[in-house]
Nanobody, 116 residues
């Protein structure tokens, strides 16, 4: 079955960095569009970054452009989110999403807390 397992969350000070990882299994990873979403307390889940199949092109939410970088390693079936210059408003549960064969799958999320 499809599994997406996020890791790398934690507590970081403002201005710091974290790297999230999402290990995928149960589907052909190289055929999937991979995304990171986040959900802050009391807010709706929002798209943070997406990486497409062909050419590895990417898109980002305006709020993270220039600070976050999404990447994928098809040999390791893993997608990453490098987060730099973190702000308190980046605090949220971050979810990995895979879209493949016209279906979407979600991980359970990893909590990122940005606080001094």
């Amino acid at each position: 079955q499809v599994q997406l397992v996020e890791s790398g969350g934690g507590l970081v000070q403002p201005g710091g960095s974290l790297r999230l990882s999402c290990a995928a299994s149960g589907f052909t990873f190289s055929s999937a569009v991979m995304s990171w979403y986040r959900q802050a307390p009391g807010k709706e889940r929002e798209l943070v970054a997406v990486i497409f199949i062909t050419g590895g092109s990417t898109n980002y939410a305006d709020s993270v452009k220039g600070r976050f970088t999404i990447s994928r390693d098809n040999a390791k079936d893993t997608v990453y989110l490098q987060m730099n210059s973190l702000k308190p408003e980046d605090t949220a549960v971050y979810y990995c999403n895979a879209f493949v064969n016209f279906q979407a799958y979600w991980g359970k999320g990893t909590l990122v807390t940005v606080s001094s």
